[in-house]
């Protein structure tokens, strides 16, 4: 069947009702809590709607000199920013774009902390508790030996001159409560350095707009954690929690193959170059339609990538009735995460880029070829 008929094959699309729906609730959150919610651009970087993040969000967050361009250009705000190691020959530039820089090490402040106060800008350093509730180690900034931010042990009583915030983060995809017992262990460890601090940067992995997240058990954390600490300011930079579940990814079936018994369908679409983290991860993307789980009686297709990749598939799913060749096939909830982080390896395009508007009419931002393969090597 084909699905979207407007939509070119294949296409990241944006459904911008959605995208309204978590906007709204993150503001909720910012007005009732308290605090500042700014847009993690390593999770989200769809700048098409930049003009309407800005309308509900405090700004935005950067790791690279490029995403403190984007946030600069396309929403019109200086960002707060952050990376494991500031670049000498690009941090002129950086702090053009910046309101807030956090460094990674005492060695980092050394290096570039006076530099940017004397621009104007607040400096920070992240912490490491040591503490996080994140079961895949690829994305613990906290496992032994990370890079990731100063433990309290390597830290004396007194913030660096010219530090004047804190920031953690050790989330990914987490609730409120894991929130509630992150920022215990900071209150322990780090609460004389909060005193001392202007404020306390969260960092990403709440997953504010989930279904089952508990907004209200949210809001009264960290209303509670700022009765301790009046006077700090708490900003939290979700990526995710912006684009969740907010649009899907239209693939097409090319072929299907017969394989050990095992039906494969292939289509115009890559899990290794168009949604890498299904296989990083890893999870099984939903499909619309279909069953996660193989059911038995059913036809049950192993869905298989454009690339030479010999891993470059997922399964199992299981439909109602058989798939043919030129049936529309949509993943869902693929905004964030996945074309941030899409490739042109062996040469595959890069999905369109589009939205569909409340009114349900569709714009294509963006459409890809071979000069977009050709800039990257």
Known sequence: MQL?????SPAYVLEENLLLNNLKLLQRVQQEAGVEII?????????HVFPTVKQYLSGATASSLHEARL?????????????????????????????HMTFNSLNQVTQFASQATSKGISCGIRINPEYAEVETDMYNPCIA???????????????PE????????????????VLERTLAVIDA???????????????????ITRADYQVDHLIQVLKTFKTKYPHLNIILEPGSAVGWQTGFLKSTVLDIVHSAG??????DVSFAAHMPDTLEMPYKPRIRSA?????????????????????DYYGDYSFDKPLEIGDSIIFEDMIHYTMVKTTTFNGVNLPDIGMIKLHGEYHRFKHFGYESFKDRL
Not at 71 to 97: D, I, R, V, W
Not at 145 to 152: P, V
Not at 162 to 177: A, K, M, Q, R, V
């Open 291 to 311: 069953s996660s789980e193989p059911e038995s009686g059913k036809p049950t297709y192993r869905f298989g990538g454009m690339t030479c990749l010999a891993g």
């Open 262 to 267: 095992i039906d494969v369908a292939i289509l």
């Open 189 to 207: 460890k780090f609460g004389d350095l909060l005193q001392q601090a202007k404020w306390l940067n969260l960092g990403g992995g709440h997953l």
């Open 145 to 159: 030996g990370s890079r990731l931010g100063i433990r309290r042990s390597d830290l004396g009583d007194l913030l």
């Open 71 to 99: 946030a600069f250009e396309e929403m019109g705000n200086k960002c707060h920013a952050y990376t494991p190691a500031y670049l000498p020959a690009e941090f002129q530039e950086f702090m053009s774009y910046a309101s």
């Open 4 to 8: 979207y008929p407007e939509i070119s």
């Open 39 to 47: 847009c993690a651009l390593k999770g989200f970087s769809f700048y």
């Open 162 to 177: 010219g530090i004047e915030g804190l920031h953690s983060h050790t989330l990914c995809e987490n609730d409120s409560y």
